[in-house]
């Protein structure tokens, strides 16, 4: 009988017949903490019940070049060691003067004290909150289209572009430097904006040097958002929208106030290419005292499809009346990936594999993924690889499949093997992207059946 049946056996694997599974899978609609989406962390201290998906920090210019041409990468440095702890990747930008910064000085003082520069000071209106900050002293801003300032600062762009572009441990950099904050207006400054031409050039600054890091531009200035999203396929850079809440910024946004006045007309189709990251105007108490509605913040942050939100919200003070709103966006920024059920077929020496799903967030997996499948001996150890042809980054809000057909290593010892399917980074840095699904295993991914080869 034994030799009947291995001859039957061998008989089906030379005829190619196959054997056939299915799996489906039960949808988890609580939080799925991943990275590169969920809350920024901004703050000295994690709070541990936001899922973090970044590390964000802004650095003064004076901080990162000290000394003409003598460049102090550690600030940048340490707060990627920190972001590596957490799991999560880096954000950041370069700010040249702040209405926060603890000194007079954002810029190196050497670049003002080259023959001809020009600046000017200026102080902080009374009675300052989160958002304007304090009046204790005179801080000093650069005047933006001084032609000094314009080199130095742009050879210190290339620096740091020479230095971190196309670093997988970061994930997104803020074309920053013009205006208060590093934020593309002169608000608070004294000082008149800079024309186009030469606000273009600090934009370029960015946009020619760093070609592989994703690159995001703050939403204030109209005309030059139009310009860094550029008129080919696709946008050259992701968004960052400041001043979340605020009940004024609601008339200026895609397809009304300024944007429509500038022709901004592919804002509204970034967030399928690139990463949209949002802040809010002030803390919630301080939107309290201004009467602004928290969920209509939080309705505006969700319709327009946001990868990470910082937490300079100040979430522990939001009261437990209203604290459903930092969890709706707990669970509803980002991606989620649903695989709903999968098929694998068995035979002739080879595997074919298909998924269905939906990603049933809001956007798309802005770090680089790649769905992979593994087989496993029981032990747990991984005994062949795959790589799936599918794009993750590419599955926006909807339905998705994938189909793929790989040859099993002929010397595959015969034997019971656990097949998963996982979405991991590319870089090997991070950690998976995790499945939401119900009988995920505790890295985020997914079984999709059991072998016998």
């Known amino acids: 009988m034994k030799t009947i049946i291995s001859a039957l056996a061998i008989c089906a694997v ?57 460049y102090n990468w550690e600030p940048i440095e340490r707060q990627m060691e920190r972001a590596a702890k957490m799991g999560v990747p880096f954000s950041f930008r370069v700010m040249c003067t702040s209405s926060h910064s603890s000194t007079p000085y954002a810029t190196p003082e050497w670049v003002f004290e080259k023959k001809g520069a020009k600046f000017a000071k200026f102080m902080n209106r009374p009675g300052g909150d ?66 186009l031409e030469v606000r273009r050039q600090y934009a370029d600054m960015y946009l020619d040097n760093f070609k592989k890091t994703d690159l995001v531009f703050m939403t204030d200035d109209a ?9 080919g396929e696709g946008s050259r850079v992701g968004m960052r929208r400041d001043g979340v809440g605020g009940e004024d910024h609601y008339k200026h946004w895609i397809g009304k106030g300024k944007y429509l006045k500038a022709g901004v007309s592919k804002m509204g189709d970034v967030w399928k290419y690139k990463p949209m990251l949002f802040e809010w105007y002030v803390c919630y108490p301080d939107m309290l005292k201004r009467k602004w509605p ?18 300079n919200l100040n979430p522990p003070t939001v009261p ?22 999968a098929k694998i077929s ?14 049933g967030g809001i956007a798309r997996i802005s770090l680089p ?19 799936s042809s599918a794009d993750p980054s590419k599955w926006l809000p909807g339905k998705f499949s994938t189909r793929d057909k790989f040859e099993i290593p002929q010397n595959l010892p015969s034997g019971k093997y656990g097949l998963y399917a996982r979405l991991a980074h590319k870089g090997k840095i991070f950690r998976d ?21």
């Not at 005309?223 to 008129?231: N, S, V």
């Not at 020496?349 to 998924?355: D, F, K, V």
């Not at 993924?369 to 790589?387: M, N, Q, R, V």
């Open 433 to 453: 992207f995790k499945f939401a699904a119900k009988e995920a295993e505790s890295d985020g991914s997914i079984k999709l059946a059991e072998l016998e080869l």
């Open 320 to 341: 437990p009346e209203e604290y459903g709103q930092v969890e709706r966006i707990s669970r509803g920024v980002g991606a989620r990936i649903f695989a709903d059920s």
């Open 130 to 195: 989160s958002a304007t900050g304090d009046t204790k002293f005179a801080r000093v801003t650069p005047i933006f289209d001084d032609p000094i300032f314009i080199k130095c600062h742009a050879r210190f762009i290339k620096a740091l572009a020479e230095k971190y572009d196309g670093d997988p441990r970061i994930s997104t950099i803020d074309i920053g430097s013009y205006g208060n904050w590093g934020e593309w207006h002169v608000w608070g400054l004294g000082i008149k904006p800079s024309p």
């Open 294 to 311: 928290l969920p209509k913040a939080v309705d505006f942050i969700l319709d327009n499809h946001a990868s990470l939100v910082s937490e």
């Open 14 to 70: 030379l005829c190619g017949c196959k054997t056939e599974y299915e799996k489906n899978f039960t949808r988890e609609h609580g939080v799925v903490a991943n990275p590169g989406q969920g809350w920024m962390s901004i703050y000295s201290k994690e709070n541990p019940k936001l899922p973090y998906g970044s590390r964000y920090v802004r650095f003064h210019w004076r901080d990162l070049e000290p000394e003409e041409g003598k």
């Open 369 to 387: 993924y790649e769905l992979a499948y593994e087989l496993k001996t029981s032990d747990g150890k991984t005994a062949a690889a795959f790589i």
């Open 223 to 231: 005309e030059i958002l139009k310009y860094a999203i550029g008129g």
């Open 346 to 359: 068995l035979g002739g020496g080879s595997l074919e594999i298909s998924i269905s799903g939906e990603n």
